[in-house]
């Protein structure tokens, strides 16, 4: 071999490069279909999840009583089917088995109680928020398509009226009425009375706790707005929810003997 500097010519070549073996061909193969494998299935998981069409809650201060509401309106996008494919989760919890929904449009839902079941309320407490943390729909999955828990309604104890038939009044020299119940709210509470009587006109209301309202009557005004003697009942109260029947069967619940002034 020729030498130069020191150095022949065949040691200043390059090394022949090697063919790869028919096992590391192989073996280059497998990992290069691993890597298509893989890439196939991420695109078809990217596929599933941009199929998935979003659905949208609308946080409301809908207000229901506890026991006596018997559906909730939820309003929000993308509703679809006939509610049968719909499962909902609650926070406090409600029973799926003691509800149906049913879809009215695509922006608009019905809750349905079933028999006596009734909204839940916060353990000790007379009103608070039922959460919706949980949207599923049996077209599209198993994913919950909520974005974030929405407040669904603000539930409220059912207010109830105790009947007093033995308390007297005479017809403008009594100037106060208490009337005893449960789950009356301050500022909220508003009374309809047979013979009627209003607020702010005929009587000023303090609510002055949850289970006693007081009825101060307003200089020149009377008890029974038709001037005979004879039992003030109370037909209605709403405490925020709607306006509900007091004793329906007795056409309203006595609060008070009505006599003339003495």
């Not at 299935?41 to 409301?60: F, M, P």
């Amino acid at each position: 071999s020729v030498r130069t500097a020191g150095t022949t010519l065949s040691e200043r070549r390059p090394p022949r490069r090697q063919r790869p073996s028919a096992q590391s061909q192989s073996t280059d193969r497998r990992r290069s279909a691993t890597i298509r494998s893989a890439t196939m299935r991420g695109l078809a998981a990217l596929l599933v999840l941009t199929s998935v069409e979003a659905v949208k809650v609308t946080s409301r201060n809908a207000l229901v009583y506890s026991t006596v509401t018997p559906k909730l309106r939820l309003q929000g996008e993308g509703f679809a089917g006939d509610g049968t494919n719909i499962h909902l989760t609650f926070v406090p919890a409600l029973d799926p088995a003691k509800y149906s929904v049913l879809v009215t449009s695509e922006t608009s839902l019905s809750v349905l109680l079933k028999g006596s079941a009734t909204w839940p309320l916060g353990e000790g407490l007379s009103e608070s928020s039922l959460y919706l943390t949980e949207y599923r729909d049996d077209t599209q999955g198993d994913q919950n398509l909520l974005d974030e828990p929405v407040v669904a309604a603000t539930v409220l104890s059912t207010p109830t009226v105790v009947k007093h038939e033995d308390r007297l009044l005479y017809m403008s020299a009594s100037l106060k009425l208490l009337i005893n119940g449960t789950a009356f709210r301050a500022k909220k509470t508003q009374l309809t009375f047979d013979p009627p009587l209003y607020q702010d006109v005929d009587y000023v209301l303090q609510i002055k706790s949850p289970k006693v309202a007081q009825l101060s009557l307003k200089t020149g005004r009377k008890w029974r707005s038709d001037g005979n003697p004879g039992p003030l009942k109370l037909k209605r109260i709403d405490t925020g929810a709607g306006a509900l029947r007091i004793d329906a069967k007795f056409s309203g619940v006595t609060v008070a003997e009505v006599q003339a002034n003495l």
